[in-house]
């Protein structure tokens, strides 16, 4: 019996901040987060955050996927103080197809609680999607919007 689109898979939390789970295509996927307090002095409970499939074969479109990662930040809001910053890996040519994704999947899955900045950065060579999410009340919210935006005019290299 399938399991309803809207549920999701079963997660394996792997250490503080490190989970993966199998999509019913047999697909592994390791969901993580890493500490971002190094680029920014104001940014002491930001964390990056990285989705990866264990192996690159193509796979088809599974909406679960969406209700799983919305359910892992779920869990890592629930700390009101943390934020997140979202980068569009830009490694194969699809970082706006990634932006337009976890948009869409903010606005389906957004409670009212999180906000989402969005910025880009480029150079010759590439151009970064990147977003700052937090909840509604951190009472950091203004710092930690002002460093985003200070980082993504420094090209999202670390401020001292």
């Not at 999947?105 to 010759?124: I, V």
Request: proline share 5%; glycine share 4%; hydrophobic share 35%.
């Amino acid at each position: 019996m399938e399991l309803n689109s809207q549920c999701p898979y079963n997660i394996t939390r792997e250490g503080e901040w490190n989970y993966s789970f199998i999509t019913k295509h047999g697909i592994i996927y390791h969901a993580y987060f890493i500490d971002f307090s190094n680029y920014h002095p104001a940014f002491d409970n930001v964390y990056t955050f990285n989705i990866e499939p264990e192996n690159e074969e193509p796979h088809p479109i599974d909406n679960r996927i969406a209700y799983t990662i919305a359910e892992i930040l779920k869990r890592f809001f629930a700390n009101k103080e943390h934020a997140m910053i979202m980068v569009c890996d830009n490694m194969d040519g699809k970082e706006e197809k990634r932006e337009l994704l976890f948009s869409r999947w903010f606005l389906r899955h957004n409670d009212g609680t999180l906000l989402k900045y969005d910025a880009s950065t480029s150079n010759e060579d590439y151009i970064l999607y990147v977003s700052i999410y937090l909840k509604k009340d951190n009472p950091k919210s203004p710092e930690l919007i002002s460093a985003f935006y200070d980082l993504v005019k420094n090209g999202f290299y670390p401020i001292d």
